[in-house]
């Protein structure tokens, strides 16, 4: 029963009764696994450029800005940093004084090598007349711990981590937040401008407006270009409701219990942009300036391979609205969407002319990404696969482990033997060939979606996640895979990862 109550919150959300029937329906049934076929694969699936071709598609990106296109960088940059610093929180509630674990010792014995370390310092001698030096000197450990989490201090345990110093130079400090700006300016500016635009929370937007206000102009003055910032918000629409143990509606107080939907929600944020060509990079994922040319590179690549296979599929859709082609011609266009976007389908070969077009312009009238794959090197997350699709067809596919059934030995030994790993390194054309944006939402796989088993207040709690926005949120796009180099992947995990040599 929905009482009014409940109406009211939906209607406050943007929700429907609808939605949120079917959303409680899913926790009954479960999203089904993916069907896969086989892992990408250098062999086939992961695109390896030569040397000559490497330079051949950037110099194809070069030209595709000089023709005053629009080009952004989307960048999620939402989430708190909190995760980061769970083992220091686990210290300062440790009944023992001074480092214990390897990871407390490490800390410790390198803080002066943080980026933040200055302001850390002057944040000790404010709140404790002693610096950092000073405090651990005299065995007080856990104060200089309180001083970079507490909101007393840098409250660095609550900000997201684009608002972190990351890296250190001579004659400065950046953020993460900064070191997205440079990029922008290396790779993705077009027409003197770079346009960027943050997923931010709404607790922190103004603190992400106030240090763009304060660092932009040094920026624009270091590459002579003009930055355009945007911010968004995730839309309470795309939350998603709660679960008990017996998949009712959870309740605190008697009121519904909704959560966000997870990065699958903001495919909504994107289909908000207005831009030929945008880049995803995850917020965390950036070096200092000596090691970015790798990344500027390859970068430049993806995006002149997406540019070089746009300009191809256009030119077919452009053939197949004149309605003047040959058979020899839906044959080209067959081997192009089977071989270049690599999607196939098997009954392809019984079609006749008429449901073949139907059938290419449906797969060439999409949107479209290129995304990069590091080799994989043992980290947890998602790889890129060959998948069956709705429709019967098979293409490339991001893929989560929670997508594939572990129980099925084939399915299970395909994903733990996948040569590839997904850094989230993604470049996106979202206009079809006459200039107009694609409603990004219509080519979501809603069967894609995950469970997860939670607790709150001592009950089981039940939680929904939308198809992840380069899983099932993307799952109707023509995709590519491109080999990048895994220096081009440097998540910062844990605060410790910025003393890595890439983060020095």
Known sequence: MISKADQALLSKKGISAEQLAEQLKTFKTGFPFLKIEAAATPEHGVICPSESEVEAYIAKWAEFCSKKQTVLKFVPASGAASRMFKDLFAFLSAEYDVPT????????????????????????????????????AAGNYKAVVFNLLDFTGLNYGALPKGLLKFHSYEACTRTALEEHLVEGALYAAADGKVKLHFTVSTDHRQLFEALVAECKPAYEAKFGVEYEISFSEQKPSTDTVAAD?????????????????????LIENLNDIDADIIFIKNIDNVVPDRLKDDTVTYKKLLAGILVDLQAQAFEYLRLIDSGKYTHEQIEEMIRFVQQ???????????????????Y?????????????????????????????NPDGSVSLQ????????????????MFENGTHFNPVDLVCAVKDYKGEKFCLPQFVDKNTGFIS???????????????????????DWSTVFVEVPLITFNPVKTVNDLLRDVHQ
């Open 245 to 265: 143990a017996d998949n009712e509606p959870f309740r605190e107080n008697g009121a519904l219990v909704f959560r966000p939907g997870g990065h699958g929600a």
């Open 340 to 358: 270049k976007l690599m999607c196939r389908h098997e009954d392809v070969k019984h079609m006749e002319d008429c449901d073949l077009v139907l």
């Open 398 to 413: 991001i893929l989560e482990s929670s997508q594939i059934d572990m129980n099925n030995s084939e399915a299970k030994s």
């Open 453 to 475: 088993h939670k607790s709150k207040n001592g009950r089981e709690l039940k939680a929904m996640e939308l198809p992840g926005l380069w899983n099932g949120a993307m799952s």
């Open 360 to 388: 290419l312009r449906k797969k060439l009238n999409r949107p479209m990404r290129v995304c990069g794959m590091v080799k994989n090197v043992g980290e947890p997350g998602g790889g890129p696969f060959f998948a069956y």
């Open 101 to 136: 674990t390897d990871f407390e010792k490490k800390f410790f014995e390198n803080v002066e090598n943080f980026a933040f370390y200055a302001d850390l310092d002057a944040m000790c001698q404010k709140n404790n007349s002693s610096s950092i030096k000073e405090l651990i």
